[in-house]
């Protein structure tokens, strides 16, 4: 395969680069470490999940977890339990580096981000590497894996 350039949205443009059914999308900017996707023993959620209407839940396979930067690994729903009673608010997210590798019906993600987020009443400015498996099920992906840590 013959390098090319995607626009994902938002205007961002990503290099094609791989041979054969591997893929990976970088920033023109930053060429970050590829690695092979591990999907941490998550499982594509069910099909009846796109009907459920539950927003951010629609995203995340049965079975994801999320590892904050303190190492603590988080059942989705635990997660989005928290973030409904208040505990945990996004504000914005500035991206400083992203690379998206894609393999058959897997992918991928890892990036640096500035995250303004209150978490237990205290906001700041996050400064997180952030990596997040994904799973194909037909034509619907979703995050069967997250992971925070600082830089």
């Known amino acids: 395969m013959r390098n090319s350039s995607?626009?994902?949205?938002g205007g961002r443009r990503y290099r094609r680069v791989g041979v054969g059914s591997r893929v990976v999308l970088t920033d023109h900017h930053q060429c970050?470490?590829?690695?092979?996707p591990d999907l941490g023993g998550a499982t594509v959620p069910r099909s009846d999940r796109r009907r459920r209407g539950h927003g951010l839940d629609n995203l995340l396979?049965?079975?994801c977890t999320l590892t904050h930067i303190t190492g603590y690994v988080q059942?989705?729903?635990e997660w989005l339990s928290q973030m409904r009673a208040?505990?945990?608010?996004y504000h914005g997210i500035e991206e400083k580096r992203v690379t998206v590798e894609v393999e058959g019906n897997t992918a991928h993600v890892s990036g640096r981000f500035i995250t303004d987020a209150t978490v237990?009443?205290?906001?700041a400015n996050w400064r997180l590497q952030m990596t997040m498996g994904y799973a194909r099920e037909d034509d619907m992906?979703?995050?069967?894996?997250s992971a925070a840590a600082t830089w």
């Open 86 to 89: 208040g505990r945990f608010l």
């Open 75 to 77: 059942p989705s729903g």
């Open 120 to 123: 237990y009443g205290t906001r």
């Open 32 to 36: 970050g470490q590829r690695s092979t």
């Open 141 to 145: 992906w979703s995050v069967v894996r």
């Open 61 to 63: 396979a049965d079975g």
């Open 6 to 9: 995607t626009n994902l949205g």
